[in-house]
Protein backbone atom coordinates (compact mmCIF):
# COMPACT_ATOMS: atom_id res chain seq x y z
CA UNK A 1 0.00 0.00 0.00
CA UNK A 2 2.42 2.65 0.86
CA UNK A 3 6.02 2.97 2.88
CA UNK A 4 6.52 4.27 6.05
CA UNK A 5 7.81 7.66 6.66
CA UNK A 6 9.13 7.05 9.84
CA UNK A 7 10.40 3.26 10.25
CA UNK A 8 12.47 3.76 13.34
CA UNK A 9 9.03 4.44 15.24
CA UNK A 10 6.04 2.58 13.79
CA UNK A 11 5.63 -1.33 12.83
CA UNK A 12 2.76 -0.86 10.19
CA UNK A 13 1.27 1.95 7.67
CA UNK A 14 -1.74 2.78 10.40
CA UNK A 15 1.08 2.99 13.38
CA UNK A 16 2.88 5.48 10.59
CA UNK A 17 0.18 7.99 9.52
CA UNK A 18 -1.20 8.57 13.55
CA UNK A 19 2.47 8.99 13.95
CA UNK A 20 2.90 11.53 11.36
CA UNK A 21 1.20 14.44 12.40
CA UNK A 22 3.79 14.25 15.37
CA UNK A 23 6.82 14.66 13.09
CA UNK A 24 5.02 17.68 10.89
CA UNK A 25 6.53 21.44 11.68
CA UNK A 26 4.10 23.19 14.05
CA UNK A 27 1.93 25.50 11.57
CA UNK A 28 2.89 29.08 10.67
CA UNK A 29 1.01 32.20 13.38
CA UNK A 30 -1.45 33.16 10.90
CA UNK A 31 -3.27 35.51 12.97
CA UNK A 32 -0.78 38.27 11.84
CA UNK A 33 -2.13 37.55 7.78
CA UNK A 34 -5.78 36.98 9.18
CA UNK A 35 -5.46 40.84 10.66
CA UNK A 36 -4.13 41.99 7.76
CA UNK A 37 -6.71 40.71 5.73
CA UNK A 38 -9.63 41.46 7.73
CA UNK A 39 -8.62 45.23 7.87
CA UNK A 40 -8.14 45.36 4.08
CA UNK A 41 -11.51 43.33 3.63
CA UNK A 42 -12.82 46.32 6.02
CA UNK A 43 -11.13 49.11 3.83
CA UNK A 44 -12.72 47.53 0.67
CA UNK A 45 -16.12 47.36 2.75
CA UNK A 46 -16.17 51.14 3.63
CA UNK A 47 -15.23 52.41 0.23
CA UNK A 48 -18.34 50.01 -0.84
CA UNK A 49 -20.39 51.77 1.08
CA UNK A 50 -19.52 55.64 0.41
CA UNK A 51 -19.34 54.44 -3.04
CA UNK A 52 -23.21 53.65 -2.73
CA UNK A 53 -23.84 56.37 -0.70
CA UNK A 54 -22.66 58.70 -3.47
CA UNK A 55 -24.70 56.93 -5.87
CA UNK A 56 -27.97 57.04 -4.40
CA UNK A 57 -27.12 60.80 -3.39
CA UNK A 58 -26.77 61.39 -6.68
CA UNK A 59 -29.29 59.28 -8.35
CA UNK A 60 -32.10 61.33 -5.48
CA UNK A 61 -30.71 64.61 -5.96
CA UNK A 62 -29.34 65.22 -9.50
CA UNK A 63 -31.21 62.54 -11.43
CA UNK A 64 -34.39 62.34 -9.94
CA UNK A 65 -36.38 63.49 -12.73
CA UNK A 66 -34.54 61.98 -15.10
CA UNK A 67 -34.64 58.47 -14.56
CA UNK A 68 -36.83 56.44 -11.93
CA UNK A 69 -35.18 56.93 -8.45
CA UNK A 70 -35.84 52.78 -7.74
CA UNK A 71 -33.42 51.34 -10.35
CA UNK A 72 -31.20 49.60 -10.86
CA UNK A 73 -27.51 50.55 -10.53
CA UNK A 74 -27.16 49.11 -14.12
CA UNK A 75 -29.90 50.89 -15.66
CA UNK A 76 -28.62 53.88 -13.85
CA UNK A 77 -25.64 53.75 -15.47
CA UNK A 78 -26.30 52.34 -18.73
CA UNK A 79 -28.93 55.68 -19.32
CA UNK A 80 -26.93 58.46 -17.36
CA UNK A 81 -23.27 56.93 -17.70
CA UNK A 82 -22.49 55.08 -20.81
CA UNK A 83 -23.32 57.46 -23.08
CA UNK A 84 -21.75 58.69 -26.50
CA UNK A 85 -19.94 62.05 -26.03
CA UNK A 86 -16.76 63.99 -27.77
CA UNK A 87 -14.56 65.88 -26.11
CA UNK A 88 -13.08 68.93 -27.58
CA UNK A 89 -10.50 71.16 -26.39
CA UNK A 90 -10.45 74.41 -28.59
CA UNK A 91 -7.92 76.79 -27.39
CA UNK A 92 -8.73 77.32 -23.66
CA UNK A 93 -12.04 75.39 -23.48
CA UNK A 94 -12.69 72.04 -23.34
CA UNK A 95 -16.07 71.00 -24.88
CA UNK A 96 -18.17 68.23 -24.36
CA UNK A 97 -20.38 67.74 -27.57
CA UNK A 98 -23.75 65.29 -27.27
CA UNK A 99 -26.07 64.41 -29.34
CA UNK A 100 -29.05 66.33 -29.07
CA UNK A 101 -31.37 64.16 -28.85
CA UNK A 102 -29.21 62.20 -25.72
CA UNK A 103 -29.21 66.23 -25.02
CA UNK A 104 -32.88 66.29 -24.56
CA UNK A 105 -33.63 62.93 -23.25
CA UNK A 106 -31.50 63.21 -20.28
CA UNK A 107 -31.94 67.00 -19.92
CA UNK A 108 -27.86 67.16 -19.68
CA UNK A 109 -28.09 71.25 -18.90
CA UNK A 110 -30.69 70.77 -15.96
CA UNK A 111 -28.05 67.64 -14.66
CA UNK A 112 -25.15 69.91 -15.01
CA UNK A 113 -26.91 72.78 -13.19
CA UNK A 114 -28.34 70.12 -10.70
CA UNK A 115 -24.41 68.74 -9.98
CA UNK A 116 -23.23 72.05 -9.87
CA UNK A 117 -25.01 73.19 -7.02
CA UNK A 118 -25.75 71.61 -3.41
CA UNK A 119 -28.94 70.51 -2.39
CA UNK A 120 -30.65 72.51 0.27
CA UNK A 121 -30.40 71.35 3.90
CA UNK A 122 -33.52 71.54 6.24
CA UNK A 123 -32.37 71.94 9.85
CA UNK A 124 -34.77 70.31 12.37
Known sequence: MGECLVKDKCEDIASCT?????????????????????????????????????????????????????????????RIIDIGAKIVKSGREVIVKIHEAIYKQLRIGDLWMKSNTAPPIYAS
Request: charged share 25%; hydrophobic share 40%; net charge negative.
Open 18 to 78: SNIPDKCPPPPDVSKYAQETCESNAAFYYMMVIAFFLYEAFKRDVAGEVIDIGCYAETFRR
